[in-house]
């Protein structure tokens, strides 16, 4: 199984996506999302530079030697440029290894531990009565769980909200990135005020759930923007509305902070997706102060190292709720879907469908059915690359967007 050649495919079908794709000498070819959303060519150079001539000529099927040869032998660990770039590698030998024996990666992980997993999708809306629309619009598209995020009066924009179709009333699917424009490209600034926010957000889930009943399950993503004890009050406030979980209320590198939240409120608490190491969780998991780890194979080091962070959380009782954006490619989407099938605390998936653009450059065997996704039984990860394709779509300059407050500080985004 030695490998023969290895490629960074960076392409822009809609947005932009980091791909490797392996090949032995067998002809078998694997794919690796490495994807870093705003810094995509960072992970291109790591990938391109420093570890693609390490490849070539190494055996395909060492996959846990090949982990611990990237990120021990760099010496300069962790880090979401440098982790992408190794769960590129990683998610790429797993699909080799996977093809090889003939099976959907979930078989190689144990084998299937339900039907399917279930996936919550982004309802939003400038106001109330458009967020009403969007989540019925997601329930019609059979989507059994939501996140729900809203405009907040006086403010132009707005974290999670999708912007209007120019010139129509049809709604995007929420994408933070930018193209890049103008002579001196900038990333897009938005205005913050956290006292609006707290006190708006209340009123929208009382709105959802006289609409929509007890049962559906419902999330909400803080973004990072408050402090521990506006998050402390923010659970509170919502705990008639029964959140499925209240995602990144704090900045997430201050794993104490969640100590605080934890003491006041009973609403479930999620974190992780700007993780990429499991050690950025040993005081949240051993502590016992989430509920559900955030983390991504694209982000935290591939297949490999989201199986050990799955397990570890595991035994606190702790599970699953993997980060799906659209700038998770259909690659990365994939590795995560085979996960969900194998691992047994699994909670949920986050599902956002990638554009008809993206799809036409990556074939995908997934499904999406009456609210749970399958990876499906392709061998591998059931994900093609259509190179010729990818070409047709170059990389363009993007950034999420920077918030500020509204004297000018720049506030978590
Ligand atoms: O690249 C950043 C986005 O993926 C992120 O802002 C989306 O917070 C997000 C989420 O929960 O999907
Ligand atoms: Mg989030």
């Known amino acids: 199984m030695q490998i023969v050649s290895a490629e960074v495919v960076v392409t822009s079908p809609g947005r932009n996506f980091v791909t490797l794709r392996v090949t032995t000498e067998d002809g078998v070819t694997g794919l690796g999302d490495a994807t870093l959303n705003g810094r995509e060519l960072a992970v291109r150079s790591y990938l391109d530079d420093h570890v693609v001539p390490l490849l ?25 440029v440098t982790m992408a770039a190794v769960a ?8 080799i290894k996977a093809k090889y024996a003939g099976m959907p990666l979930y078989q190689l992980l ?40 809203t405009g907040i009066p006086g403010f132009d924009s707005v974290y999670g909200v999708a912007a209007s179709r120019a010139g129509g009333g049809e709604r995007y699917d929420y994408e933070p990135a930018r193209r890049a424009v103008g002579p001196v490209p900038r990333p897009a600034v938005e205005t913050w005020d956290t006292r609006a926010y707290l006190r708006h957000l209340p009123t929208v889930f009382e709105a959802v759930r006289a609409e929509f009943g007890p049962e559906l399950p419902l999330l909400h993503d803080g973004h990072h923007r408050m402090t521990p004890i506006q998050a402390a009050r923010l659970g509170k406030d919502l705990e008639p509305y029964d959140l499925f979980w209240l995602e990144d209320a704090t900045p997430a590198e201050d794993q104490a902070a969640l100590r605080l939240i934890r003491r006041h409120t009973t609403t479930p608490l999620a974190i992780g997706e700007v993780f990429n190491s499991v050690h950025d969780y040993t005081t949240l998991l051993s502590e016992r102060l989430i509920d559900y780890v955030r983390s991504a194979v694209t982000h935290a080091g591939g297949v490999t190292a989201m199986r050990k962070l799955l397990d570890l959380a595991a035994v606190y009782g702790v599970r699953s709720g993997m980060h799906g954006p659209t700038d998770i490619s259909p690659v990365g989407m994939a590795a995560a879907l085979h996960l969900d099938l194998a691992v047994h605390n699994f909670g949920i998936q986050e599902y956002m469908r990638h554009s008809a653009r993206t799809l036409e450059v990556f074939r995908t065997s997934y499904r999406f059915e009456d609210g749970l996704l399958h990876p499906s039984d392709t061998p591998g990860l059931g994900v093609e690359l259509d190179v010729g394709a990818a070409a047709r779509f170059p990389y363009q300059q993007a950034y999420l967007p920077v918030s500020r407050l509204r004297d000018g500080t720049v506030h978590d985004w």
């Not at 190494?58 to 979401?80: C, H, M, V």
Request: proline share 3%; charged share 25%; hydrophobic share 35%.
């Open 56 to 80: 070539l000529g190494s055996d395909a099927s060492r996959i846990e030697d090949t982990w611990q040869y990237l990120y021990r032998g760099a010496y300069w660990r962790r880090g979401p």
């Open 88 to 95: 590129a590698v990683d998610t790429a030998l797993w699909d």
């Open 110 to 149: 144990g084998g299937a531990c339900r039907t399917g997993a279930l996936a919550y999708g982004h309802a939003s809306g400038r106001d109330v009565p458009e967020l009403l629309d969007s989540v019925r619009a997601h329930l019609e598209q059979g989507y059994r769980a939501v996140r729900v995020q």
